[in-house]
């Protein structure tokens, strides 16, 4: 059984969250985000904390997961965000819409 914690904010309220993991697997590459309280509708900000690396098979699909459930991460047109579009990625801001079933990657910072 996960335990709640709560996570930090920035000044406009939007949370920030470090993964947990990353993992690559033969079907896609998992950015696990542990066990949080985030608002179902809104963003928040993720640091990967283990940056996909350049040898990582560019064409996988991205997924998070939070709470124990992998989505799929999207661009704004709702195409997948492969492995390529994160590599040397730290930081990403996504936008949520846990009712809709989007999760969508906003933008990126690179190292």
């Known amino acids: ?8 904010t920035n000044a406009g309220g939007i949370p920030f969250i470090s993964s ?4 690559i697997g033969t079907e896609s590459v998992d950015i696990a985000l542990g066990f949080r309280r ?10 990967i904390s283990d940056v996909i690396p350049a040898d990582a098979t560019a064409a996988l699909p ?10 799929a991460l999207t661009l704004p ?3 997948p965000v492969t492995a390529a579009e994160l590599l040397a ?6 936008f949520n819409d846990r009712f ?6 906003m933008s990126r910072t690179t190292e």
Do not use: A, D, E, K
């Open 1 to 8: 059984m996960g335990c709640f914690s709560n996570i930090t």
């Open 20 to 23: 947990t993991t990353t993992t």
């Open 38 to 47: 985030i608002q179902p509708l809104g963003y928040f900000t993720v640091r």
């Open 62 to 71: 991205v997924t998070l997961t939070l709470n124990g459930t992998s989505r």
């Open 77 to 79: 047109n709702g195409t």
């Open 89 to 94: 990625t730290s930081v990403i801001l996504v």
């Open 100 to 105: 809709n079933g989007l999760l969508t990657l």
